[in-house]
């Protein structure tokens, strides 16, 4: 084996180098006959190839694989090795689609999106042609490479780019791959150039010779070139039927043409009323002059009084807005000074708040106090009272007789008994009496607990209504938006229609205005609603009149007491206030003007003219707002500013909203929708708690007005107890029998009830001191409430009028602004009179710049013209309709020269035409009948080439064979003998064994490329059937015809390992590994054959 490889294959570094005379007589011999074959025995020394050979490619998502490549191929043989699987066939496929190639040319998908990796968005190919010597493509752009990358998505789409080997994208154009492709002469879709295993199986391995024909025809390109000539052929019958229709219609061009001729001779001359006509028309022109300059010098006169008019408007604009002036400075006053009453106010309130609660504090501790002081005053009273009846008895006892003394120890003693029960009975009423008087603050305390949660669900059963009466609205507005500014509003604005239909309105007016305008940010809603405020249900009237008509409408609709909405009358435009002189700017917060959307010009003027919607801004953030109108020079024309809570701010001032949600400009129904009735649940919710807590209030307040009851029984009961016990001590102490009594007992009791007098005075004294300075404290605590009181209601009294005369002020400031607007309205309409006046004026001086222009070109010298225009142009129209009459009758004559110079032209041209392609169709007969002849000569050459190619090859095994190409059926028969010529007979390739009938194959395929030009030859699993004998000779042959064309380069795939191969430098080998589980990209290097040898 050794040795074979030595005799076939020379290393370039001991190959002799052939001198430039072999060279040239080499090509001398290849051009003296295309048919001579020269085959060699020995290593070619041509030169490697400098155009149209691949140099690389590289895929990325393509087929199975993530990443392929990039690799280098060699300049001759390339070996792709590897197993199934491991992406040899993909380079091939990429091959085909990268250069323009269609998906179904492949056999492996109908449609380029099958080529990308299952679960990725798109694939890409790479593939750099070689781009050197004299025969290079654009090297001035291109240089040594031309890169080729394609991009496949995942819709089936794909596009190119065309880069010069610098990187720089030179096209991105498919017609200038094509035209590389053209000057490379690289067909991907002829089986030369790159045999895949389908096509080999289509057309080589298949049984039928009618295949194996077409297979050389499409290979040689002779099925093209005879598509070519039945394309021309259809072509040369089509012109000859043009030229059949041409002929038809030449013969009636030229009869139209001789009658044109006929009636031209007949016609004559109308000289001397045409004359006439002329001279009339002069004078026609320098009328049109002087009419013109008539106009003009009226137009002159209406612009010097439109000026002095101008002039007058302005001069009652410059009052009006002194009067403005005026009344916006008044209006700021009031209402600086209302602010300032109203600061004054919010921060006297704290205060005044304390004041209360200290008096509340106060007047509880003096009552406290007092209490205290009047029960130790009726334990003195007492006391004092029981010391003197004490004195008394002792006294008496003194006196009385001494034999009575046993009785009178005896009543003594029960008097004393009855006085420890009194004692003990007035501590039980006080005991009693303290929880009389707590369970009487309990309930009053419970009271007002009571009538506060009264006062509270009251508020929150309104507040649900209102609530319910918004949700029924919203949900009405689903199906019709109107409903949001009243049940009632559709009915009046059916009845407004129906009377406009029945012309009660010079105008149908507009509105409500709030459904007339849409907010372009949802989020400014409640802004704008809070800026414009009622005037979202006011409706636009265009005279008084209509207002009037409105009105009495309305009054169907609103009950009496009811507010009805406002009404606004002013004049309907079709186009909207030119604001921008004097409309606020910010270039990151909008107007209300440019934030709301207005189809409707009226609708925008009524909003600019009553709430001046230009000038305010829209600022979502609140603290931002303050940053921009307060701590810095609020925006140009801003007067004030919105929040998207719908704040107020202004440039010294900041008012809350009272508004949480935007009732009329919500796009959102469903989501208002839904936040209405969670808030009738939570109101829901908070009345049962409510109730909850009001049921137990008044269960409490039963409970304990029982007990108060029970406690005040029983107070009445130990106060006639005592009562009865007093008067039983009384009646005992009023007995005026001399008793025996204790004296020492009552002396110790008299001195026992002085010395408690003596702590209750003294206690007494002290509770008085006290209840005096708590009553001095109550009394100063009145005086500081009720100063605070006085000046608070100083204050509201103060801001009633002021109040008052802002509303006036500010109805001042809206008639000066309406009335200014109303000046400024008419100086507008003014001065676009005016100004349309004077565009009239400057058209009317061109319009008699050009009609004098055209009447001096009409007649140079100006005529008096003492006829109006009107009378010379009837003139004009009855001599024109007399030279008509006359030329009916004869014809105009050159109407008539011209319509015979159109026939005439018409039948000149067609003539040319007819014999011009009858020229063309002969000539084209003589080209192809030459054109054929040369076809048939060339695929004679050709089938004489590869017949004797195929004999050679095939001798080199000592087969012999025979090919027969039978043009008329279109079939290839091939025959081959196996043995010796003499020693067995021609079999057809059926009876072969496989590996002789791939043998003969590549025999076959091998013809071919030796009779084909292409810069490449890609060969897929050419040896796959062979046996080893026959796949070492099939590669023999391979080498050998490679290495005699080194100006060509080989891409061979094949799954055996190709370890037995010689080293050369020409001899590249790629060799694919398989993919491990959970790999995308595949490794591959170029191997030599030493790496080979070391890893066998």
């Given at each position: 084996?050794?040795?074979?490889?030595?005799?076939?294959?020379?290393?370039?570094?001991?190959?002799?180098?052939?001198?430039?005379?072999?060279?040239?007589?080499?090509?001398?011999?290849?051009?003296?006959?295309?048919?001579?074959?020269?085959?060699?025995?020995?290593?070619?020394?041509?030169?490697?190839?400098?155009?149209?050979?691949?140099?690389?490619?590289?895929?990325?998502?393509?087929?199975?694989?993530?990443m392929l490549g990039p690799f280098k191929f060699g300049s001759n043989v390339n070996f792709v090795v590897g197993n199934n699987g491991s992406g040899k066939s993909a380079v091939l496929t990429a091959l085909i689609v990268g250069l323009g190639g269609k998906a179904i040319a492949t056999n492996r998908g109908s449609s380029l999106k099958g080529f990308v990796k299952d679960g990725q968005n798109s694939a890409?190919?790479?593939?750099?042609?070689?781009?050197?010597?004299?025969?290079?493509y654009r090297a001035n752009v291109y240089g040594d490479t031309i890169v080729v990358q394609q991009h496949i998505s995942v819709d089936g789409g794909r596009s190119y780019k065309l880069k010069s080997g610098a990187g720089t994208i030179v096209s991105t154009k498919k017609e200038e791959l094509v035209a590389i492709l053209d000057h490379f002469n690289i067909q991907v879709d002829n089986p030369v150039s790159v045999l895949t295993q389908e096509m080999s199986k289509q057309f080589l391995q298949s049984k039928n010779e009618g295949d194996k024909y077409k297979f050389f025809m499409k290979a040689t390109q002779l099925e093209q070139m005879k598509e070519d000539y039945s394309y021309i052929m259809e072509t040369k019958e089509r012109t000859k039927e043009q030229i059949s229709q041409g002929e038809e219609r030449l013969t009636e061009l030229k009869r139209q043409c001789l009658e044109k001729e006929e009636r031209f001779q007949n016609i004559a001359g109308l000289s001397t009323m045409k004359t006439n006509l002329e001279y009339l028309k002069h004078e026609m022109a320098w009328a049109v002059v002087n009419e013109i300059e008539k106009q003009l010098n009226a137009i002159r006169d209406n612009i010097r009084i439109g000026e002095d008019r101008a002039a007058r408007l302005n001069r009652k604009m410059e009052e009006q807005q002194v009067r403005l002036n005026d009344a916006e400075n008044k209006y700021k006053d009031i209402q600086d000074k209302l602010e300032k009453i109203s600061q004054e106010t919010n921060a006297r309130a704290p205060e005044c708040m304390a004041l209360k609660a200290d008096l509340t504090a106060k007047k509880r501790n003096f009552n406290e106090a007092e209490v205290l002081y009047n029960r130790s005053l009726n334990e003195y009273k007492a006391l004092k009272k029981d010391d003197e009846q004490l004195c008394k008895k002792i006294e008496e006892l003194k006196k009385s007789d001494q034999s009575l003394e046993p009785e009178r120890l005896e009543r003594q003693k029960k008097i004393c008994w009855l006085k420890e029960r009194v004692k003990s009975l007035q501590d039980q009423e006080n005991s009693v009496n303290q929880e009389i008087e707590q369970f009487q603050q309990a309930i009053e305390k419970y009271k007002e607990e009571h009538t506060r949660l009264r006062r509270e669900e009251l508020d929150v059963k309104q507040a649900m209504n209102y609530n319910q009466r918004q949700l029924k609205e919203l949900k009405d507005s689903k199906t019709d938006r109107i409903k949001r500014f009243g049940s009632h509003v559709p009915a009046l604005l059916e009845a407004i229609d129906d009377a406009y239909r029945r012309g009660h309105f010079t105008h149908k007016p507009v509105g409500p205005l709030g459904a007339c305008i849409y907010p372009r940010d949802p989020e400014l809603a409640l802004a704008i609603e809070s800026c414009l405020k009622g005037l979202l249900q006011a409706y636009c009237c265009h005279n008084h009149a209509d207002e009037r008509v409105l009105q009495a409408m309305m009054k169907r609709f609103y009950p009496p007491g009811t507010s009805r909405p406002q009404i606004i009358v002013s004049e309907f435009r079709h186009e909207i206030y030119d604001v921008k002189h004097r409309a606020a700017y910010h270039p990151e917060y909008p107007s209300v003007l440019t934030a709301l959307e207005i189809d409707n010009a009226v609708v925008a003027n009524s909003l600019i003219d009553m709430r001046g919607i230009e000038s305010v801004l829209l600022i979502k953030n609140n603290s931002v707002a303050r940053a921009i109108m307060q701590s810095q020079k609020p925006p140009k024309n801003c007067r004030e500013a919105f929040t998207a809570d719908g704040d107020q701010v202004f440039a010294g001032r900041y008012y809350s909203s009272e508004s949480t949600r935007p009732k009329f400009l919500s796009r959102d129904v469903d989501s208002e929708i839904s936040d209405m009735e969670n808030e009738v649940e939570n109101k829901k919710a908070q009345l049962v708690k409510l109730h909850q807590h009001l049921s137990a209030l008044e269960k409490d307040i039963k409970h304990n007005d029982e007990l108060l009851k029970r406690c005040q029984l029983h107070y009445k009961e130990l106060k006639m107890k005592i009562r009865k016990t007093i008067s039983e001590i009384r009646e005992l102490e009023n007995i005026e029998e001399h008793q025996s009594v204790d004296i020492a007992t009552l002396e110790d009791e008299a001195e026992e009830n002085k010395m408690k007098m003596k702590m209750v005075e003294e206690n007494m004294e002290q509770q008085k001191e006290n209840m005096e300075h708590l009553k001095s404290l109550k009394i100063e605590a009145e005086n500081k409430y009720d100063a605070m009181k006085l000046k608070i209601n100083q204050l509201s009294e103060m801001a009633d009028p002021l109040k008052d005369e802002l509303d006036l002020a500010d109805t001042e400031v809206d008639n000066q602004k309406r009335g200014k607007r109303h000046y400024e309205d008419k100086q507008k309409e003014h001065l676009n009179t005016l100004n349309k006046k004077k565009r009239e004026l400057d058209l009317k001086e061109k319009e008699l710049e050009e009609k004098m222009s055209q009447a001096r070109q009409i007649c140079p010298e100006r005529i008096e013209v003492k006829k109006s225009a009107s009378i010379l142009d009837k003139e004009i129209n009855r001599l024109r309709q007399k030279i008509q009459a006359e030329h009916a009758s004869h014809g105009d004559r050159e109407e008539i020269m011209k319509q015979y110079q159109e026939a005439r032209e018409n039948y000149l041209d067609l003539d040319n035409k007819v014999r011009t392609l009858r020229r063309f169709i002969k000539l084209l007969e003589e080209i192809m009948i030459h054109r054929f002849k040369t076809y048939q000569q060339f695929r004679r050459c050709l089938t004489l080439r590869c017949k004797l190619y195929f004999d050679n090859l095939l001798s080199q095994r000592a087969y012999c064979g025979k090919m027969n190409f039978d043009h008329k059926s279109e079939t290839l028969t091939i025959s081959v003998q196996p043995g010796e010529g003499n020693k067995a007979s021609f079999n057809d390739m059926r009876a072969l064994s496989g590996g002789e009938r791939s043998f003969s194959t590549v025999c076959f395929i091998l013809s071919l490329w030796s009779i084909a030009e292409s810069p490449f030859r890609c060969l897929d699993e050419f040896d796959v059937y062979m046996d080893m004998v026959n796949r070492r000779i099939a590669m023999d042959m391979i080498l050998k015809m490679a290495d005699s064309q080194r100006f060509r380069q080989f891409i061979l795939l094949t799954p055996q390992s190709m370890s037995s191969l010689p080293s050369s430098k020409l001899i590249r080998i790629l060799r694919m590994s398989d993919p491990e589980r959970g790999q995308t990209t595949l490794p591959f290097r170029p191997v030599t054959q030493e790496e080979d040898d070391d890893q066998s």
């Open positions: 084996m050794a040795k074979r490889k030595e005799e076939n294959f020379v290393s370039p570094e001991n190959a002799k180098r052939p001198r430039q005379e072999e060279l040239e007589d080499l090509d001398k011999d290849g051009d003296e006959d295309e048919c001579t074959v020269s085959f060699t025995n020995g290593t070619s020394t041509l030169t490697a190839a400098e155009v149209g050979i691949i140099e690389s490619i590289q895929l990325r998502n393509f087929m199975c694989h993530s890409d190919i790479s593939i750099t042609l070689r781009n050197r010597g004299d025969d290079a």
